[in-house]
């Protein structure tokens, strides 16, 4: 899905940290199911009001419309600064450092 991801301009998806990561990482706007009865998707939401373009659909809204929240107007992000996306390339400067202290 992340190769597909990266030819829209909007993504209708579940809360999945995955699936968050893979949008986050291609700039890609968000309008995601609330999802109940999932232990995660609270923490998952609070993270897409902060670093997202988003909407929160619930579930009536999904099944029950006629989609129309598509074409609405998405809440900006709550924070400025979202998180890196670059954790592979520090993860991976991290691993050089310490095997160069080995030598």
């Known amino acids: 899905p992340g190769d ?12 999945g940290y995955g699936t968050f990561c893979e949008i986050y990482s291609a700039g890609i706007d968000c309008v995601c199911l609330e ?4 232990p995660e998707t609270p923490v998952l939401l609070d ?4 670093h ?3 909407r ?20 900006p992000p ?3 600064e ?6 592979t390339f520090e993860a991976a400067e991290k691993i050089l450092e310490m095997l160069d202290a080995q030598n």
């Open 4 to 15: 597909v991801m990266r030819l829209c301009d909007l993504v209708l998806t579940k809360p």
């Open 35 to 38: 999802r109940q009865h999932f």
């Open 47 to 50: 993270s897409l009001k902060k």
């Open 52 to 54: 997202f373009r988003h």
């Open 56 to 75: 929160i659909v619930s579930e009536e809204e999904f099944f029950r419309s006629d989609w129309t929240f598509l074409t609405e107007n998405l809440s």
């Open 78 to 80: 709550s924070e400025k």
């Open 82 to 87: 979202g998180p890196g996306t670059n954790g």
